[in-house]
């Protein structure tokens, strides 16, 4: 067992900050920018998405991180040949981003070219998207039920080289099992109680997530639409130290 070190339990390693990333789903930079200094004090990670990385491209990830050690989740779900997402991420691997979105549904081979070509990138697999009902499922050639696709998919991705997986947290504990403990396992659709949904139809509240094995949660509109996003992101920090120790899954290149 380790020492105990500031920021662990019993020499568990807490993540400290809070393992949990800021969706940073703003309008401008300026203002992506502003949130990323509020909470970064608080939280593990913020996450960059296709929307401001198609405005302001591969800049943006040093604009964001600036000086702070926050780490960057790069969600650009990458979907294409295999020599094709193998340039990508090549090229995105240049930005030293800690994670990676690569959709599982591409196969393995895709998987495998993203994984090879960012080695110091997690690359974190998009099973099924929540947004998809079982229906629309269907209508895309899929069958079977959504819960045996987010599984499939999950073996699929970690047995080609993916670190992370996508998942809804209802699903986290059957993905867990598919995929052993070593897989990070990271959840949207996370609303502290007493906070909107918005347009997510399945939500846990962060604590929820965490005890069914997630470790980390995606949380966007109720930190950053909240008055003062620092302050919100810091109970929501407060609100997962009061669990039993989390399990801290290392980053790509960091000592496991
Ligand atoms: O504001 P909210 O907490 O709903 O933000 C969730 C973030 O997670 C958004 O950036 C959204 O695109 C992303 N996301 C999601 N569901 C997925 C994958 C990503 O909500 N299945």
């Avoid at 994670?99 to 998987?111: E, F, P």
């Amino acid at each position: 067992m380790t020492p105990d070190l500031p920021g662990t339990i019993e020499g568990v390693a807490l993540s400290n900050p809070a393992p949990v990333a800021v969706a940073l789903d703003a309008p401008d930079l300026e203002t992506a920018a502003r949130w990323a200094g509020l909470v970064t004090p608080h939280v593990s990670t913020v996450k960059i998405g296709l929307e401001l990385y198609l405005r302001y491209g591969p800049n943006v990830v040093a604009s964001i991180k600036g000086a702070s050690g926050v780490r960057v989740f790069l969600d650009l779900k990458l979907y294409d040949i295999p020599a094709t997402v193998a340039a990508a991420a090549r090229t995105v691997a240049r930005l030293h981003p800690d994670l990676l979105t690569v959709h599982a549904s591409g196969g393995a081979d895709v998987i495998r070219a993203a994984a090879e070509n960012a080695p110091g990138t997690k690359i974190a697999a998009v099973t099924v998207l929540t947004s998809l009902s079982e229906d629309q499922l269907a209508q895309t050639g899929v069958t079977g039920s959504v819960h045996d696709a987010v599984l499939r998919l999950s073996a699929l991705a970690v047995d080609a080289g993916a670190r992370a997986i996508v998942c809804s947290p209802r699903e986290v504990s059957a993905v867990r099992a598919e995929v052993g403990p070593g897989i990070m396992l990271i959840t949207p659709g996370v609303r502290p109680a007493g906070s909107a949904a918005h347009d997510q139809a399945r939500v846990a509240t962060p604590e929820e997530a965490v005890k069914a094995g997630s470790d980390l949660l995606v949380i966007g509109r109720p930190i950053t639409g909240a008055p003062d996003p620092g302050a919100a992101a810091a109970t929501v920090a407060a609100s997962l130290r009061r669990l039993t120790p989390t399990r801290h899954l290392a980053f790509a290149g960091e000592p496991p």
